[in-house]
T-cell receptor, first 114, second 112 residues
């Protein structure tokens, strides 16, 4: 069965520092992968997605993610974090069967220190 | 205009009651979803509808009944509410099952 693991439950970085959030997936075929962000008390907003092609994908708010098939990973990065980036980040993979079912990781809480 | 809206935003109710949560999208999408986010922030799909037809029905108690009166609406009715139903419920929509899903702001349900 497909699954997503986000190994880091909570990460704290200083404002201006670089950020990498880890995501590992389990999927038999080529996965469709997503990163969503949830600000406090808000819904989920799509940051970026990978379907095929270039393994380095650019998203909104200066985020990027790299798909590495050999490591079953899709890590999210940002070169310089802003205080407004503090939020919950979810990695997700599409389940099989073309039903649109998203399987989410446990989420990583990002705290930004001034 | 809000793309995916949910009402109410907050819902506090007693055990045993029946309640409904409404979802509307103005994106012209044909597929809508309900997700549940538990107290540990874990998100899990409950249902999805495509053109008013049920596509996904995860292992959800039959106290939960979705209803899609038209493509733009997907409501969630919950009978005999239990303490464990307390969660945040998110509605989402997409154009086809392969489209990007856009989420609503969530409905925070607290069962006392």
């Amino acid at each position: 069965a497909q699954s997503v693991t986000q190994p880091d439950i909570h990460i704290t970085v200083s404002e201006g520092a670089s950020l990498e959030l880890r995501c590992n997936y389990s999927y038999g075929a080529t996965p469709y992968l997503f990163w969503y962000v949830q600000s406090p008390g808000q819904g989920l907003q799509l940051l970026l997605k990978y379907f095929s092609g270039d393994t380095l994908v650019q998203g909104i708010k200066g985020f990027e993610a790299e798909f590495k098939r050999s490591q079953s990973s899709f890590n999210l990065r940002k070169p310089s974090v802003h205080w407004s980036d503090a939020a919950e980040y979810f990695c997700a993979v599409w389940g099989s069967g073309n039903t649109g079912k998203l399987i989410f990781g446990q989420g990583t809480t990002l705290q930004v220190k001034p | 205009d809000t793309a995916v809206s949910q009402t109410p935003k907050y819902l506090v109710t007693q055990m045993g009651n029946d309640k409904s949560i409404k979802c509307e999208q103005n994106l012209g999408h044909d597929t809508m979803y309900w997700y549940k986010q538990d107290s540990k922030k874990f998100l899990k799909i409950m249902f999805s509808y495509n053109n008013k037809e049920l596509i996904i029905n995860e292992t959800v108690p039959n106290r939960f009944s979705p209803k899609s009166p038209d493509k733009a609406h997907l409501n969630l009715h919950i009978n005999s509410l239990e303490l464990g139903d307390s969660a945040v419920y998110f509605c989402a929509s997409s154009q086809g099952a392969e489209g990007t899903q856009y989420f609503g702001p969530g409905t925070r349900l607290l069962v006392l």
